[in-house]
């Protein structure tokens, strides 16, 4: 069975109709990049994944529980769900220590001590942890991102959502940031990837979803989609962006 | 200095009240200012017309006449007989609770939603991430207007003298009554609201400086 599974997913703001008929399916350890232009639908799509945004219609299965049931019990689902935000929506008034465990011992009823092991195991991954004590304030971009990975993954998550990891990353810092991804993808997590790093697709997706207008224009493997695009509009977006 | 010194006690007993009455007005002010800001935040349109009501009601009317109507027209109805006392730190505490409620709720608001959606999104409910992630913030962010609606609170006790309630301003009066020495005892009395309200924005910047976000 499929990790998550997507039928005709719509989403309006109010009359602006954003997704207009999305279906897809996404297997467990699968590493899923989306790209399209801006405006296309995708960080919107990514949002209905964990139910940030209310969905108008169709349904969204995560492993085995259709999250658009109203007796779905979201915030369970959502601990199994780690997403990680372009603007890194750390918490400032808590240290970088603090902000990874709050899940886990909030949450999750973990032990402060259990908690801070696994955060600090979690910060050497993302090679953050001489920063433990630090506040967010006091980091630089790639550093908060690559914190943001590791309080997203304090709570073991099942799926991995990333919305733009690195759009607002100075350049010299989004490598950091990626490399931190490539090795979770490598590790066997299950990814969707909201993305504009063409190269991290390429290298590191198994799939990519080209949207546009509120559909999927075109999905298949990296390879083929980046060398022989079917669609005119497919071949259009690359031929700016590559 | 002599009349001073006889004055002594009664502006101790003032003093006294004036602070008792304070603070219990302030953290009622505070609860209930803290419940409404959430009514007012809540998509509940019922909830949130109560509160609307409850903020028009209390900032569109003084509250002296506020005062009265708990004093004299609740109790005038007969199904519950307040003190004094009671009905000043009702008066005091609701009214405070008004201007609470829109300045948690401007507090509130003011947070960036992200820190929202990344709290939800790790799983915590709507009130873990009020508790843990949105109130410490927006606390911070609000202790300067709290210290000034604080400091009219205190100023608004002394209104209390008016229904006999014996509070500092009130115990100036007694002095003056006996001893006809009324600038002196103003005097005084000014000076000992302006201490405790020097003394409580003093308290206010060392809270600010400890919650301050790094």
Request: charged letters at 20%; a positive charge; proline letters at 3%.
């Amino acid at each position: 069975m499929s990790m998550i599974t997507v039928k005709h997913l719509k989403k309006s703001f109010g009359a602006l109709e954003v997704l207009k008929d999305i279906s897809t399916e996404i297997q467990e350890k699968e590493v899923v990049c989306v790209i399209g232009p801006s405006g296309s639908g995708k960080s919107t799509f990514l949002r209905c994944l964990n139910k940030l945004e209310e969905i108008t219609g169709g349904h969204v299965i995560i492993d085995g529980q259709d999250i658009t049931n109203p007796k779905t019990d979201i915030n369970k689902i959502r601990q199994d769900i780690g997403m990680v935000f372009q603007s890194f929506n750390l918490f400032p008034h808590l240290t970088v220590l603090e902000n990874i465990c709050l899940a886990p011992t909030k949450v999750r009823a973990a032990s402060k001590e259990a908690a801070k092991q696994q955060a600090l195991e979690l910060l050497v991954k993302v090679g953050m942890k001489e920063k433990a004590n630090q506040y967010p304030g006091e980091l630089s971009g790639g550093q908060k991102q690559r914190v943001a990975i590791a309080r997203a993954l304090a709570m073991n998550p099942k799926i991995m959502l990333f919305d733009e990891p690195t759009s607002a990353l100075d350049p010299e810092m989004v490598g950091e940031v990626l490399e931190v991804m490539k090795q979770l993808a490598q590790e066997g997590m299950t990814m969707v990837v909201v993305t504009h790093e063409m190269g991290f697709a390429r290298e590191v997706g198994d799939r990519v979803l080209f949207m546009d207008g509120g559909y999927i224009v075109e999905e298949n493997v990296p390879v083929a989609l980046f060398t022989n695009p079917q669609h005119e509009r497919t071949k259009a977006f690359l031929s700016k962006v590559l | 200095m002599d009349i001073i010194k006889q004055a002594l006690p009664y502006i101790q007993t003032g003093l006294k009240v004036t602070i008792f009455i304070f603070l219990v007005a302030l953290i009622l002010g505070l609860v209930v200012g803290l419940v409404m800001a959430l009514l007012r935040l809540s998509h509940n349109k019922v909830l949130n017309a109560i509160a609307k009501i409850y903020v028009n009601a209390f900032r569109g009317t003084p509250i002296l006449v506020q005062l009265f109507f708990f004093y004299y027209g609740v109790n005038s109805l007969g199904f519950l007989s307040m003190d004094k006392t009671t009905a000043g730190i009702v008066t005091v505490g609701l009214n405070a609770g008004a201007y609470f409620t829109e300045v948690i709720r401007a507090g509130i608001q003011s947070i960036d939603k992200g820190q929202t959606e990344a709290a939800r999104s790790l799983g915590l409910t709507g009130m873990q991430n009020m508790r843990y992630v949105i109130l410490p913030q927006a606390v911070r962010r609000m202790l300067p207007t709290f210290t000034n609606q604080a400091i009219i609170s205190l100023k608004d006790t002394s209104l209390l003298s008016i229904i006999g309630i014996t509070d500092l301003t009130q115990q100036g009066q007694v002095v003056i009554a006996a001893t006809y020495e009324a600038f002196k005892i103003w005097l005084v009395i000014g000076i000992v609201y302006f201490i405790m309200i020097y003394l409580l924005s003093l308290l206010a910047s060392y809270l600010e400086r400890r919650f301050e976000v790094r």
